[in-house]
């Protein structure tokens, strides 16, 4: 999992409670960051791979029943093969890779909403992960109303997005505690705003990050 830094691209990942309106902010990230004349690569999570995909589908699945482990344990094993597959030759190759979720979302999901103990996530993330971790991740804040009037809008809930406001709001909190937590790699953006708002902020952020 070694890594030359001479020409290794950056990673990006997107993260945010359902309705943050990530999709919407990553493909516009994705045109900026290929104005600055970047060589990008998006992907997901759970997904990004074959195995991944077929992973993400169960996952998302509101007729499966899963115990909150597997579901964790799911998710990294995905995320693994991610690595492996798709995210360390792209970065190797030069490439940036913006990911729309990664590991944040374990913490805030299966452990802010499920309930898991951190320490079990932190087992896993060292496993699969090592030292890794993304250059610069990007929280996009919203309140959960507003977070399950966009979802609800758009398509029906999944899995995930069938769960009650309570459960976004352990979610949310757990996000907004990791920013506190990693101030250096994770920054806010305030998503409640109007999207021309939210995009300044968002080329402000990616701007001055990709001139440091
Ligand atoms: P999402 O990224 O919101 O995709 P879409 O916009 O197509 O609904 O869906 C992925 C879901 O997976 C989301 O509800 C959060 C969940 N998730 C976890 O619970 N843990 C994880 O580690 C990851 C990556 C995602």
């Known amino acids: ?17 359902d309705g943050a309106g990530k999709s ?21 999570e759970p997904g990004g791979t074959p195995l991944g995909e077929t992973l993400r589908q169960l996952l998302l699945d509101r007729g ?26 792209a970065l190797d190759r030069g490439d940036w890779v913006i990911s729309d979720r990664f590991t944040d979302a374990s913490f805030a999901y299966q452990s802010g909403g499920r309930g898991l103990p951190s320490r079990k996530l932190n087992v896993l993330e060292h496993w699969v992960l090592g030292k890794f971790q993304p250059d610069l991740t990007l ?6 109303e507003l977070g399950k009037q966009r979802t609800s809008a758009i398509k029906a809930a999944d899995r995930f997005e069938k769960e009650p406001e309570e459960f976004f709001r352990r979610v949310r909190d757990a996000y907004l505690e990791r920013v506190r937590i990693f101030p250096g790699r994770m920054r806010l953006i305030d998503a409640n705003k109007p999207l021309e708002e939210v995009q300044k902020s968002l080329h402000d952020v990616v701007i001055s990050y990709c001139d440091a």
Do not use: C
């Open 24 to 44: 919407t902010h990553l493909s516009w990230l994705e045109n900026l960051l290929r104005r600055q004349g970047k060589r990008v690569i998006v992907t997901r």
């Open 1 to 17: 999992m070694t890594i030359l830094t001479a020409s290794r691209g950056k990673f990006i990942t997107l993260e945010g409670i």
């Open 64 to 89: 499966q029943v899963i115990h909150p482990e597997t579901e964790a344990l799911l998710m990294f094993a995905a995320r693994r093969e991610h690595l492996d597959k798709l995210i360390l030759p």
């Open 139 to 144: 929280y996009f804040d919203v309140t959960v």
